[in-house]
């Protein structure tokens, strides 16, 4: 460059002499400009320039930026330095340019030749093959060491590319692309022009309408490296260029192909009920045979052409038909095949129900008559006609009639259906009578005394039994037949069973069991005891002492051979509770058995009662010890019981005591009839025997005898 070259001729010692007149003038700083890229054609904006630099620049400029060409993108950067004729020093370094993309270049400059000159300008170009966000700097020395720099941050769009879809050819489809465009679309049509970013892989994919099929591409796909032959695969990659402007024209022709017939389909209802009739089963109803024109294939052109008719059967018979009037052509001139609608099997005739009756033994039952036994009733379905579909549903039942009845009927339940669907009437059986109710024979009876006598009760007296002869039952078809006859019972039995003699038969066969009448009878009296207990609630003995009260109970109870059972017993005693020798006690209160013989009273007695106690005496012999020697001296008691009612009975010592030591009485057994011992002759003690008398009913009454040895004789 001519930068260079100059730099070169300049001698040592101006180079010397500008450094230091640089050294000793003041420094300025560059003045940064920040300059817009311009958008030009259909190129997306650029994003803004940043620029900055260091001191010894006067001014930095905006970086311009030319639109794609066929080598990419042309950036231009230029910037004025101060003092630039430092450059020219010996040994300084060319000013260059890192372009960012791994390049760089001498930048170009251009300085006056005054020697007093203080500027010059730096510039550069560099061409981006692809889009992308540079930074440049710009360097240029002043000596061998120092620099100051410039920089520009540039931002490179991608390219935006567009692809001209359409459809062509005798049939119908779409085109569907992947991925979605700029816009969102996926299908052309409806989005016929897609735009995508460069780089992108866009995948094509034609795809036919029913009626149609995809044939081939039209079209022709250019790029940067010329123009190459369209698609020939389906689905078909292109992968957009980095092309500023790029579109291309992309075509995918449809070939409508039908060469198959249309179809005929043919369809049937019974016109009485409206509903469909399906071929080869049987109806009672007449059939409306209609047919259908439609188009078939995976190609289908279309019906252009549809008169088909159908028609109506309304006469019996197993097997009709209907053909198709009329034609069916589709919009390709193929023909539809004539149908026949068969078999079409019409049955109007119902079948019939019958019955018949047996009775339960398997004779046959004859209506309207009696009989004593079930009745059972069952029903048969046939098919009838000239034309027979035959019978599809037979679920006829009867019945057994097993109760009595005077006239009643059966009709069939169920159901009795041929294969067209018709139904047979219901079929009744009857009157049928029934009685299976025998008739009663039934017993009656009197006593002697004329009274009515009921059965199974007791009684003291004889009975006589008859028996008489009745129909039973809600129906009743009436005696045909009665010679019962009956007897008499007067011995005393518990249970004895008179039975019905004879005969007795109903209209219907049916014959009454034989009766019975039992009979009981008892003459025998039931009889009365009696018990008696103490207060303290043991037996008491009539005749005996006591010095309780005494409780006297009755009981009642039956007797005889045939004992007919108690039937009230309201006996009563009663409770003695004064004192006496000869006391007594009667039942109140009844005793009879179920025959109605009553007990004979009855007395409890004597009854001995004395509660008042004994009276009891005593005496102790000497009745005072003397002299007061300390030796024992024995001594003697006397004790008399009298009772003036049940008399004595016994005594015994219930205690002896000493006022002094207790062995100064010996000899004496407490609990026994004792009355002879010893005491010691001490001064001034005293002795006590303590003895109970009791009577013979067990009343007790105490006397205290006692014995003293004085202080002296005179006491």
């Known amino acids: 460059m001519a930068g260079g070259s100059e730099r070169r001729r300049k001698s040592t010692v101006l180079s010397a002499w500008r450094r230091a007149r640089h050294a000793n003038r003041p420094r300025r700083w560059g003045r940064g400009i920040v300059a817009s890229l311009l958008v030009i054609g259909a190129l997306a904006a650029f994003a803004p320039v940043t620029v900055s630099a260091t001191s010894g620049y006067d001014s930095v400029d905006g970086a311009s930026v030319n639109p794609l060409s066929?080598?990419?993108?042309?950036?231009?950067?230029?910037?004025?330095a101060s003092f630039d004729f430092s450059v020219g020093v010996a040994?300084?370094?060319?000013?260059?340019?890192?372009w960012g993309d791994g390049t760089s270049t001498n930048a170009?400059?251009?300085?006056?030749?005054?020697?007093?000159?203080?500027?010059?300008?730096l510039s550069g170009t560099h061409t981006y093959p692809n889009y992308g966000t540079y930074g440049v700097r710009l360097r240029y020395y002043t000596g061998c060491c120092v620099s100051y720099d410039a920089t520009w941050n540039v931002t490179i769009p991608r390219t935006t590319d567009t692809i001209n879809l359409s459809t062509a050819g005798t049939g119908s489809g779409v085109i569907v692309y992947s991925p979605a465009g700029n816009s969102g679309g996926s299908v052309c049509p409806p989005d016929c022009a897609p735009q995508f970013p460069a780089g992108t892989v866009v995948t094509l994919t034609p795809t036919a309408n029913v009626g149609s099929a995809f044939e081939k591409y039209i079209g022709t796909f250019c790029g940067k490296g010329g123009c190459t032959s369209p698609c020939s695969a389906n689905p078909c990659t292109l992968t957009m260029p980095e092309d500023y402007g790029y579109a291309t024209d992309v075509k995918a022709s449809f070939t409508l192909t039908d060469t198959t017939a249309p179809v005929i389909t043919a369809s049937a209802k019974t016109t009485g009920d409206n509903q469909p009739y399906t071929a080869g089963t049987w109806t009672s109803q007449s059939v409306q045979v209609s047919f259908a024109c439609a188009d078939s294939g995976a190609n289908a052109s279309g019906i252009a052409t549809n008169t088909i008719a159908g028609a109506t059967v309304s006469t019996e018979g197993a097997d009709q038909?209907?053909?198709?009037?009329?034609?069916?052509?589709?919009?390709?001139?193929?023909?539809?095949?004539?149908?026949?609608?068969s078999p079409i099997k019409i049955d109007m005739t119902k079948p019939a129900i019958t019955g018949s009756a047996v009775k339960a033994d398997t004779t046959p039952y004859t209506l309207n008559t009696w009989t004593n036994q079930p009745v059972t009733v069952t029903f048969t379905c046939a098919d009838t006609g000239a034309v027979q579909s035959g019978i599809a549903t037979n679920t006829v039942a009867g019945a057994t009639i097993s109760t009595d009845t005077a006239s009643?009927?059966?009709?069939?339940?169920?159901?009795?259906?041929d294969e067209a669907g018709n139904v047979a009437p219901l079929a009744t059986v009857g009157p049928i009578k029934v009685d299976m109710t025998k008739p009663v024979i039934t017993g009656s009876a009197t006593t002697a005394d004329g009274k009515p006598y009921a059965a199974g009760t007791w009684t003291n007296q004889d009975v006589t039994v008859t028996f008489a002869c009745a129909e039973t039952g809600t129906v009743q078809s009436g005696l045909a037949t009665n010679t019962i006859g009956g007897g008499s019972v007067s011995?005393?039995?518990?249970?004895?069973?008179?039975?019905?003699?004879?005969?007795?038969?109903?209209?219907?066969?049916?014959?009454?069991?034989?009766?019975?009448f039992v009979v009981k009878i008892d003459k025998t009296k039931p009889v009365i005891t009696a018990k008696a207990t103490t207060a303290d609630g043991k037996p008491y003995a009539a005749g005996t002492w006591t010095n309780q009260?005494?409780?006297?109970?009755?009981?009642c109870a039956d007797g005889g051979?045939?004992?007919?059972?108690?039937?009230a017993n309201t006996l009563a005693g009663a409770t003695i509770s004064s004192e006496g020798a000869n006391l007594s006690v009667t039942n109140t209160g009844a005793c009879t058995d179920n025959a109605g013989n009553a007990a004979d009273p009855v007395t409890f007695g004597p009854i001995k009662i004395d509660k008042t106690a004994p009276t009891v005496t005593g005496s102790i012999a000497p009745g005072s010890i003397w002299p007061p020697n300390h030796m024992f001296v024995p001594i003697t008691a006397t004790v008399n019981v009298s009772d003036g009612a049940s008399g004595p009975a016994s005594f015994v010592l219930v205690s002896a005591t000493a006022s002094g030591d207790a062995s100064d009485i010996q000899g004496f057994t407490v609990g026994q009839a004792s009355t002879s011992g010893q005491v010691r002759a001490n001064k001034d003690e005293v002795y006590t025997l303590t003895y109970r008398g009791t009577d013979k009913t067990g009343n007790s009454a105490t006397v205290v005898l006692t014995v003293a040895v004085p202080h002296d004789q005179g006491q």
């Open 408 to 417: 009643r009927s059966v009709t069939n339940t169920g159901a009795c259906v």
């Open 108 to 121: 170009d400059f251009h300085f006056c030749t005054d020697f007093f000159c203080s500027g010059g300008d």
């Open 549 to 555: 009260n005494v409780t006297v109970a009755f009981a």
């Open 491 to 516: 011995n005393e039995t518990a249970s004895q069973t008179v039975t019905s003699t004879g005969t007795c038969v109903d209209n219907a066969g049916n014959a009454a069991a034989p009766a019975t």
């Open 70 to 80: 066929s080598g990419g993108y042309t950036v231009h950067v230029h910037a004025y």
């Open 91 to 98: 040994g300084a370094p060319d000013p260059s340019i890192d």
């Open 561 to 567: 051979s045939a004992p007919s059972g108690i039937a």
């Open 321 to 341: 038909s209907v053909t198709n009037t009329g034609a069916c052509v589709d919009k390709a001139g193929n023909t539809a095949t004539a149908v026949t609608f």
